[in-house]
């Protein structure tokens, strides 16, 4: 019953840290682009497509660190060949002819 719980609280952290970097990436976005933007087309315009831009990046920072942080748990939580040698219950049947 542990292990379930275990896990859920892994993913759970999982995706609070993904959401994390993604608002971390939305800020720098924002922040850094705005001040581009706003240097080469001035006004209005520039609000708009920093936030577009933001959100985008966002997003997409988001949706990474979920990725990385998935393959992570599963190649730690995969068991290796040496933990499962001879526990393999069809390869220790024997056959008889």
């Given at each position: 019953?542990?292990?379930?719980?275990?896990?859920?609280?892994?993913?759970?952290?999982?995706h609070?840290?993904?959401?994390?970097?993604?608002?971390?990436?939305?800020m720098?976005?924002?922040?850094?682009?705005?001040?581009?933007?706003?240097?080469?087309?001035?006004?209005?315009?520039?609000?708009?497509?920093?936030?577009?831009?933001?959100?985008?990046?966002?997003?997409?920072?988001?949706?990474?660190?979920?990725?990385?942080?998935?393959?992570?748990?599963?190649?730690?939580?995969?068991?290796?060949?040496?933990?499962?040698?001879?526990?393999?219950?069809?390869?220790?049947?024997?056959?008889?002819?």
């Open positions: 019953m542990s292990t379930s719980v275990d896990d859920r609280a892994d993913r759970i952290a999982g609070a840290t993904a959401f994390g970097v993604g608002l971390i990436v939305f720098l976005t924002w922040t850094i682009g705005a001040a581009v933007t706003g240097r080469i087309l001035g006004g209005q315009a520039s609000a708009y497509l920093t936030m577009a831009l933001a959100v985008v990046g966002g997003f997409v920072g988001t949706l990474k660190a979920a990725q990385r942080l998935t393959r992570e748990r599963r190649a730690i939580q995969a068991p290796t060949h040496e933990a499962t040698a001879g526990t393999n219950p069809i390869a220790n049947e024997r056959v008889v002819s």
